[in-house]
């Protein structure tokens, strides 16, 4: 059974036109994290929720917005996106109570700009 | 310097072989490491953590050697189904979180 759902698996999108990912999680973990890996690059973390409290990267571009109305939804949102945020985006959760805990991954949305 | 490196690959082995994968940090804080593996247009998913003590699960090993800030994997008996890309994951504490980041992977490809 997923665990951490992302929807949709594969995403189409226009230049500069907005996009929100989302990202479901039937864990009930307090860290709810965003990556983005684009082709043979490691997953870059882009932003991550300890419950309500948001932290972003220093290198997140302003364009990548974040929103966790609840324990169980985390959204990505890109306001205008560029060809150069095609990728996979990748959603993580954890239990956040001890750094030898695995994060879950979602199974991804790939991203394309057309 | 990158906050984790790996073998840059990739690796093509015969079935049955033996394979070791190298990973560095440069963090001295970190807490944790992992070794995760992703298949081609997947998400990673959790291999093997990694601790000071060593640890095996079947035909994978792992170590760390903090001193060295050295993690390693070693996998016997190569299995077609082995082909994938390794992810050495280091777990540092910022602040009040912990982040995991990600080495750039090792790709692994099982001939028969």
């Known amino acids: 059974d997923a665990m951490v759902i992302q929807n949709p698996r594969y995403q189409v999108t226009q230049f500069g036109k907005p996009v929100t990912l989302s990202c479901s999680q039937t864990l009930n973990h307090n860290v709810m994290y965003w990556y983005q890996q684009k082709s043979s690059q490691a997953p870059k973390l882009l932003f991550h929720?300890?419950?309500?409290?948001?932290?972003n990267e220093a290198d997140t571009p302003d364009n990548f917005q974040s929103r966790r109305p609840n324990t169980s939804f985390c959204f990505l949102d890109i306001r205008s996106p560029g060809l150069g945020d095609a990728a996979m985006y990748l959603c993580a959760t954890s239990t956040g109570d001890s750094p030898n805990q695995p994060q879950h991954f979602g199974d991804g949305t790939r991203l394309s700009i057309l | 310097r990158k906050e984790v490196e790996q073998d840059p690959g990739p690796f093509n082995v015969p079935e049955g072989a033996t394979v070791a994968f190298n990973c560095t940090y440069s963090?001295?804080?970190?807490?944790?490491f992992f070794w995760y593996r992703q298949d081609c247009r997947k998400e990673p998913k959790l291999l093997m953590s990694?601790?000071?003590s060593g640890n095996e699960d079947g035909r994978f090993t792992a170590q760390l050697n903090r001193a060295s800030q050295y993690i390693s994997l070693l996998i016997r008996d190569s299995k077609l189904s082995d082909s994938a890309t390794y992810l050495c994951?280091?777990?540092?504490?910022?602040?009040?979180?912990?982040?995991?980041?990600f080495g750039k992977g090792t790709m692994l490809l099982v001939s028969p």
């Open positions: 990694v601790y000071s």
């Open positions: 963090n001295s804080a970190s807490q944790s």
């Open positions: 929720y300890y419950d309500k409290d948001f932290n």
């Open positions: 994951v280091v777990n540092t504490r910022r602040g009040g979180y912990s982040t995991l980041t």
